[in-house]
């Protein structure tokens, strides 16, 4: 269990310890963030943030607006300091960093009382993440927060591994959701190369089924009785097929090219 940290403060120098990533938050910190995120402006989130989560608390402002009275917790009780305004500026923009999404699968443990799926997907039915990678399209497209609803009722499963009837998700639920998405396809646009390569700018949601089906034929050969093996298959082990597949492809055509202009 990660130990909660604390401010300190000695001298002029401010110490909130604050995390420096996505990766460093805890679940509640986590769920705070996007919270946060989801309510306000990224920097009014960022300053938010940075009061929430290192503890510090704001007693009062001074009429003139350049000192802040404020304190901290001790050992034995909270310790009283004024600091100047720009002391909290700068420790606000230390989490700036939220106004980023996280290129890494970060996400929430559970949703409506259903607990999430390997948050790199492994294990994830390649059906699923084909539905997944369609409703993110969708959202994309939209800008509704129903795709990622439907999204978030196969990335979140019930006690027997199903995906629940409908999931109950708040606003900023569905936010971690969209992020936890984003971190992830970053992820495995890293792990396959080849197989994304041509696919990282979006071509929207008719170019996504297009490239579904293609997928689907390059492994099911063609025959259309394996659909239902190959959907069932862990969406890791379809994408290293698949990825290995668009490998050769890629080397064959630039072996071609070279013999078109007599080289080797």
């Not at 705070?32 to 989801?38: E, K, N």
């Not at 993110?136 to 499963?157: H, K, V």
Request: glycine letters at 8%; one cysteine or more; charged letters at 25%.
């Amino acid at each position: 269990m990660r130990r909660k940290t604390r401010p300190t403060f000695s001298g002029d120098a401010l110490d909130l310890r604050l995390p420096r990533s996505w990766q460093e938050l805890t679940q509640p910190q986590l769920d705070r963030v996007l919270w946060l995120l989801a309510h306000f402006a990224p920097g009014e989130a960022a300053a938010y943030a940075m009061v929430r989560l290192s503890g510090l608390r704001i007693e009062g402002r001074a009429a003139d607006g350049r000192t802040v009275t404020a304190s901290i917790p001790g050992r034995w009780r909270r310790k009283t300091l004024v600091l100047q305004s720009w002391q909290l500026t700068w420790a606000a923009r230390q989490m700036d960093w939220i106004g980023t999404p996280p290129s890494v699968p970060v996400r929430l443990d559970r949703v409506g009382g259903c607990r999430a799926v390997d948050a790199a997907w492994h294990g994830l039915p390649f059906g699923d993440y084909l539905k997944v990678e369609n409703l993110w399209q969708g959202f994309l497209a939209t800008q509704s927060t129903a795709p990622l609803a439907e999204a978030a009722r196969l990335l979140y499963r019930r006690r027997d591994g199903t995906p629940p009837v409908r999931l109950r998700a708040e606003e900023h639920e569905l936010l971690g959701v969209s992020y936890w998405i984003t971190g992830t396809r970053e992820m495995l646009a890293t792990a396959f190369p080849d197989l994304f390569a041509r696919s990282s700018g979006g071509g929207g949601a008719a170019d996504a089924r297009r490239a579904m089906d293609t997928q689907l034929r390059a492994l099911t050969g063609g025959d259309a009785t394996k659909e239902a093996a190959v959907l069932r298959l862990d969406c890791w082990r379809a994408l290293t097929e698949l990825d290995a597949t668009a490998r050769e492809a890629h080397e064959f055509k630039d072996k071609m090219k070279r013999m078109r202009h007599g080289t080797r």
